[in-house]
């Protein structure tokens, strides 16, 4: 594939595919599954595009998003500030049927799905448990979820997310019942709009419930932001990610993972700068959150079980 | 994480114990162990620090280099983390058996300083939009006896207190380019604000109490812990819960009243000491292979003071 003379009886730079190279403007361009290669007389190293190294969202350019959101008043979806006000929820299970349990979340735009294999035999011998069973976590954003383009290589953000759905979902699993297995659970983020974390976790366990692992009890997920002396309930991803610039103390985001019959917090996680009161009233808060959902989650779930029930009965 | 296998017999002693606010080792539930502290150990760094706590030992190098700043802040530079778990510290992180904990380490480190307070960023900037100083923060474990945490987290302090950042000169010609000179005099340099670099307490569940600064014992009978960065003022920057279990909310609040309390503690005697140390200057005999083991000399009393029980 050089510019040296081809043996070619028409010409033609490329042995392969010939039938889908195509003459545009004098320019010679291959539909090949490689890369752009554009050839008019160009020196030998084709495959290169030259374009800049990294490229950027145009959107960084435009007008700034993250400038400034007000701090009082209502919010731009039109949730009342310093409330338990929780975007309403859209939860679906049994929603992919190769797996052994599925589950579908919508909370304003911020739409993910989960998927549960298992229990089946380990894929790493070595860390094989004789007593204990594995949970595998995966979380994954889809490159077009967020605003900016993100890669479909897990980054250490998605691992950081991973090992925070592992760590909230690890306690309500029992997984001494389950010894020498493993169980799969990944989710996939289709829209980023603020609190995924905290919806992936709900998510996950009623998945987790769905594919009839035994559980100690489903796992509720609520994130909360706080912004001076004002909070907000499951932000969105302005709210996440925009600050106030009035000040910048007691800011930060708080994600909780709780399991609400038996009172217990399985996943804790802040950032910001905040003092004790403020985050001691926010874990509180997202409690008060939990709560709210856990209605929504215990009905979607009867309502899965319903639909299997016939369909068992049958066979 | 490096694990230790612990007998039910120990178990229940290391419980019974520490339920009677007496651990393993003679320390109270809100006491650290031993930690010394030496900065300005590697030579080729912009700053350095090694730590050991109990036997844990981390070393930590800072290295400031001229880059882009990121266009969602062009007049600020950044911070980079990384933290390398060698196969010296424990055999379970040979080849690619430490990059799990690695990751898990440096993305808290991220989420520690990920505020406006910590180190001033602005003060990082050198030319807005086009050039800025990046640290790359270079976390070594050399031995892990538990509490990898706290050790880093007082590590990177000091190191970031040790930091030098040569001065720089922008001069522009006439076509409108910048030219970026470095100052040639090692004494012409910046220095780092580091009052509000957090430090880090994790706080280990055992039975229905919470320990300081656990060993991998005392760490093998716990099912969840708590860590939490507190700044010299008391404010909190990250919370988050570690380990397998769950707990209770009246035990989260406990036991960041207590990480607060013992944090809070923690700095000052901390700045006086990196202080102390500095103005010895060179007449401190300094380490500059960084093998662990080796007798370091530092100036320092006993033990780090960790607040009223």
């Known amino acids: ?315 | 994480m490096a694990r230790v296998q612990v007998s039910e017999a120990e178990k229940v002693y290391i419980l019974h114990g520490i339920r009677d606010d007496l651990r393993v080792d003679g320390r109270g539930c809100e006491d650290y162990r031993h930690m010394e502290i030496e900065t300005d150990v590697v030579s080729n760094t912009d700053g350095s620090a090694k730590v050991t706590l109990g036997h844990t030992a981390v070393l930590v190098g800072v290295k400031a280099e001229i880059g882009k700043p990121r266009p969602t802040v062009p007049t600020e530079g950044y911070l980079e983390f990384f933290v390398d778990c060698s196969a010296n510290a424990t055999p379970e992180f040979e080849g690619r058996g430490g990059e799990e904990l690695g990751t898990e380490l440096s993305n808290t480190l991220y989420k520690v300083f990920n505020n406006k307070r910590s180190i001033d960023l602005k003060s990082l900037c050198i030319c807005a939009g086009e050039h800025c100083w990046v640290l790359y923060v270079d976390v070594l474990l050399l031995q892990c006896d538990g509490n990898l945490y706290d050790a880093i987290s007082v590590a990177i302090k000091a190191a970031l207190f040790n930091t030098k950042i040569p001065k720089v000169h922008i001069s522009s010609d006439d076509e409108g380019g910048k030219e970026i000179e470095l100052s040639d005099d090692p004494y012409d340099c910046m220095r780092l604000n580091v009052e509000n670099v957090p430090c880090i307490v994790t706080l280990c569940k055992v039975g229905h109490r919470h320990v300081v600064d656990a060993t991998l014992q005392e760490k093998a009978c716990s099912v969840a812990s708590l860590i939490i960065s507190v700044t010299h003022k008391g404010t909190i920057t990250c919370m988050r819960k570690v380990g397998g279990g769950s707990l209770d909310p009246e035990s989260i609040f406990e036991m960041t009243e207590a990480g607060k309390r013992v944090g809070k503690a923690l700095h000052a005697p901390l700045m006086k000491l990196l202080e102390q140390e500095e103005s010895l200057g060179k007449k401190r005999q300094k380490v500059y292979t960084c093998f662990p083991g080796l007798p370091l000399v530092s100036p320092q009393p006993p033990r780090e003071e960790s607040g009223a029980k």
């Open chain 1, 1 to 315: 594939m050089t510019n040296s003379p081809c043996p070619h009886p028409d010409n033609k730079p490329f042995s392969g595919q010939p039938e889908k190279e195509k003459t545009w403007g004098g320019k010679r361009f291959r539909a090949g599954p490689v890369a752009w290669v554009i050839y008019f007389n160009m020196p030998t190293d084709t495959k290169r595009v030259r374009g800049p190294e990294v490229s950027q969202s145009p959107s960084l350019f435009s007008c700034d998003p993250a400038a400034v959101l007000p701090s009082k008043g209502p919010r731009a979806d039109g949730r009342r500030r310093d409330q338990v006000d929780v975007r309403p929820v859209f939860v679906r299970c049994g929603l992919v049927s190769q797996a052994k349990g599925s589950a579908y979340l919508e909370a304003g735009n911020t739409k993910l799905m989960c998927c549960v294999y298992g229990p089946r035999e380990t894929d790493r011998k070595d860390e094989t448990d004789m007593k204990c069973g594995r949970l595998t976590t995966d979380m994954r954003f889809a490159p077009f979820s967020c605003p900016e383009r993100g890669s479909w290589i897990q980054g250490s953000q998605d691992k950081d997310f991973s090992l925070m759905l592992h760590e909230s979902l690890q306690p309500a699993i029992c997984l001494h019942k389950y010894p020498r297995s493993q169980i799969e659970v990944s989710v996939m983020v289709l829209e980023n709009s603020g609190s995924v974390l905290a919806h992936a976790v709900t998510c996950a366990s009623l998945a987790l419930a769905d594919a009839g692992i035994e559980m100690y009890d489903l796992v509720l997920g609520c994130s909360m932001r706080q912004d001076g002396t004002s909070y907000v309930v499951d932000p969105s991803y302005m709210e996440e990610n925009g600050c106030s610039s009035v000040s910048c103390e007691n800011q930060g985001g708080l994600t909780v993972a709780f399991l609400p019959s038996l009172n217990q917090i399985s996943g804790l996680q802040s950032d910001g700068d905040m003092t004790e009161e403020t985050l001691t009233a926010g874990v509180r808060t997202c409690i008060e959150g939990c709560y709210k959902l856990y209605p929504v989650i215990q009905r979607a779930l009867t309502k899965a079980v319903r639909k299997a029930a016939p369909s068992q009965s049958e066979s």
